[in-house]
């Protein structure tokens, strides 16, 4: 064998060694207890980065480890369609071509989004291969696989039937260059610079006599009419009661009192106005308090009233020119930070008020979230750390009613259709057959001699008002559309931990659902684990998981989460081509004890490349006591440093097996390569021994057992060395 150990001639082979084996192909086996787990799947928008796969180094860990024990070990492998995210990415490499989305036909778009995210799927399962994952490839799963859309589908009807889906107004984070909504935590909200108004609010019948009222939206101040001022607020108390005048429309404004809890250290230093048409914290106050709000953007994100058609930035420069005119500006502060909500692509994102479709997490027949607290509260899962737990939590507890729609054209698309029968009803945006896109209502078009069947051609999308029909089933003898929306890509994703294992009769699904574990960056706590938490007791009436495993995340070089969108990503080819997936695994692994994200350093992987070349020229004393030792028995004469090495690596082999089981993967494989250290020594100290022939079997003997134990951390190189130097008939995965 060469001198030095080589990943790039080594780990291919070895990796193709494996596919052939069907070793990580699982049978169903009733007489023992499996070992199962999904990997989350990786977002199709793109192959993974280095950041991506400390979850695979440790899931890996982990099948290799409960397969040598004996239990049927299933690993499911897939990719995520991505939603809104891959759409994005799409978007954006449209963009460096030339191109835009709006070139293309609702169809055609989707289908050219297809075609992209089928090549990430064919990069990521080639990363995943390369990364010497163990999964089982003939149950490879994809979110928008037929039976993943059956899944969904199932899902969608069962939620239908017990009447937990509806439709209604509700403020959402609408960004009008995309097209979609938006849930809060999708937003990225950027501090900002911009000019704070303090705006005349005159007293009724004393307009000498003004209140200031700042704000960073004076284009939105034609819409105030009432101020919340809190009793326990000494500074404006005195306020509440007083009928105040909008400078704009001269419509009185009324002072109230503020019925939410009071905290002084975080009480802003100035009344604002109170703003349920453009804030979603006061929308949210209106739905249990009487104080009207309106929609005030069009879906291109245009004022509908006020400077109707054009942007509210623009507008904010007209009604700030109408405000100083009137000499209603006592002053701007131009120092204020606020922020500004953005989406993944860097658009600014508004509030608007809409009808979308909603999920109950809390309906009084069917609780999604009492069943989940409860289980929590009992203990039934693990959140690892702990102290997750208590997060994880009070997150559901806190959990209103689920925005479940978006208006991607990326997507699983909402089963729902609606009767059209009454076409007044509807507004829809459709390519005619002239190519010409059009935009209006539908019954304007129908009754200009457009065919039901032309719109529904061309369709880009319907919008409904409240009280238009829907259902999941169509009638024959009625016209329907259906419904252009597609499922937030956190529905699907919450069902993978119950879809991922086939139909719920099916045997995998018998035999090896629940899953052991879940394994993922602790920044999906609240989007996946908390979903896939209730989604599972919902549909199955069993958890999905018996533990979630939150790792720390791997930051760009410039200290922030790495991330394709950022543009900080350092590929997972360079770790693999550079240093190989054995060296990359065991410094991802070793970075798992860490108390926060971090930086992967070049220097961490040149301290486990060392340790790999040591291991291998370790192996060239195996030839030699092919030759000249006997093969190992207890009965041997052994000296006192014989047993004592023995020992130790017995004591060894339950410490490193306690430690992965117990979910501390950093502790289990440094204890594990420390041992490398004893062994060395161990070598260098034989000549002295009275039999040198025993101590060379005995080495034999450890070494052999040291590479199975070693296998779950850097699979590759003691799958070779078992290979060339045992002879092995059998892969150690198996």
């Known amino acids: 064998m060469q001198k030095d150990y080589d990943h790039k001639e080594i780990e291919p082979r070895i990796s193709k060694i494996w596919k052939e084996s069907g070793n990580f192909t699982p049978q169903i086996d009733s007489s023992k207890k499996p070992f199962s787990m999904f990997l989350v799947p990786p977002n199709a928008s793109g192959g993974m980065h280095i950041g991506n796969v400390l979850m695979i180094a440790i899931q890996d860990m982990l099948a290799r480890h409960y397969r040598a024990k004996g239990r049927p070990t299933l690993w499911i492998p897939g990719t995520d369609h991505g939603g809104y995210e891959t759409q994005v990415t799409f978007e954006r490499k449209l963009e460096k071509e030339g191109k835009s989305r709006f070139d293309f036909r609702r169809a055609d778009f989707f289908n050219e989004i297809q075609k992209f995210v089928e090549s990430n799927n064919s990069s990521i399962k080639s990363q995943i291969d390369a990364m010497g994952a163990s999964v089982d490839w003939t149950r490879f799963r994809y979110t928008m696989d037929e039976r993943a859309l059956k899944s969904a589908t199932d899902m969608f009807t069962k939620m ?7 439709r209604r107004n509700y403020m959402v984070n609408y960004c009008s260059s995309c097209g979609t909504v938006l849930a809060d935590i999708e ?5 900002q610079t911009q000019p704070l108004y303090f705006i005349k609010f005159p007293i009724a019948n004393n307009e000498k006599e003004y209140i200031p009222i700042a704000t960073a939206r004076p284009e939105f101040i034609f819409t105030t009419t009432h101020i919340l001022a809190h009793p326990a607020d000494k ?6 009661g007083k009928i105040l005048k909008n ?13 939410r809890k009071f905290d002084p250290a975080t009480a802003q230093p100035f009344l604002v106005p109170f703003a349920p048409s453009y804030l979603n914290y006061d929308y949210g106050y209106t739905l249990y308090n009487s104080i009207p709000s309106k929609n005030l953007l069009d879906w291109d994100g245009n004022m509908l009233e006020r400077y109707p058609g054009i942007k509210p930035l623009d507008a904010r420069k007209k009604e700030v020119n109408v405000l100083t005119n009137l000499g209603m500006i006592e002053k701007v502060d131009e120092t204020y930070v606020g922020t500004t909500p953005l989406c993944k692509r860097g658009h600014v994102v508004e509030s608007m008020i809409m009808l979308t479709w909603f999920l109950k997490t809390d309906d009084e027949k069917i609780s999604l979230k009492k069943p989940a607290l409860e289980a929590l509260q009992k203990d039934m899962v693990t959140v690892l750390p702990r102290w ?73 999308r319907i919008y409904a008002q409240d009280d238009a029909s829907w259902t999941i089933k169509k009638e024959p003898n009625k016209q329907y559309l259906q419904e252009t929306d597609t499922f937030d890509t956190w529905l699907s994703a919450g069902n993978w ?44 009436g069993k958890l999905p998981f018996k533990t979630v495993y939150l790792h720390h995340l791997v930051k760009g070089k410039d200290g922030k989460k790495m991330s394709k969108s950022l543009g900080n990503a350092t590929t997972l080819e360079y770790y693999l081509d550079t240093y190989g997936a054995d060296v990359t695994r065991m410094a ?60 130790l690596f017995d004591r060894l082999s339950v410490s490193v097996g306690l430690n992965i089981e117990k979910y501390t993967p950093a502790q289990a494989q440094e204890i594990a390569l420390d041992f490398i250290t004893i062994l060395d020594t161990y070598i260098q100290d034989m000549n002295d021994q009275a039999d040198a022939s025993i101590s060379l079997s005995v080495f034999r003997h450890v070494y052999s057992n040291y590479l199975k134990l070693l296998h779950p951390f850097m699979p590759f190189i003691t799958e070779e060395l078992n290979l060339q130097y045992y002879k092995a008939n059998s892969v150690l995965a198996s």
Do not use: C
């Open 497 to 540: 931990s119950v879809a991922a294992f086939g139909d719920l009769n099916s045997p995998d699904f018998n035999y090896f659902y629940p899953s052991e574990v879940m394994v993922l960056g602790h920044d999906l706590l609240q989007l996946s684990v908390a979903r896939k938490i209730f989604l599972a007791l919902y549909m199955t």
């Open 160 to 166: 239908v039937s017990d009447n937990l889906i509806y």
């Open 588 to 647: 991802l692994i070793s970075y798992a004890a860490s108390a926060d994200d971090f930086i992967f350093e070049d220097e961490r992987l040149q301290h486990f490349q060392r340790y790999i070349q040591k291991l291998w020229r370790m192996a060239e004393f195996i030839p030699v006591a092919d030759q000249y030792s006997p093969q190992f028995s207890q009965s041997l004469k052994l000296s006192s440093g014989d047993k004592y090495l023995l020992e």
């Open 247 to 259: 400078p704009i429309t001269g419509d009185p404004v009324e002072v109230v009192e503020s019925k």
């Open 388 to 460: 997750k737990q208590k997060e994880l939590t009070n997150y559901i507890n806190k959990m209103h009613d689920w925005p479940i729609a978006r208006q991607t054209v990326w997507g699983i698309r909402i089963p729902i259709w609606y009767d059209v029968s009454d076409p007044s009803k509807f507004i829809v945006w459709f390519f005619d057959k002239n190519g010409e896109k059009q935009y209006g209502n539908l019954k304007t078009f129908l009754d200009n001699g457009i065919s039901l069947s032309e719109i529904e051609s061309g369709i880009e």
């Open 187 to 191: 937003l990225n909200n950027k501090p």
């Open 235 to 240: 500074r404006f108390a005195q306020h509440i």
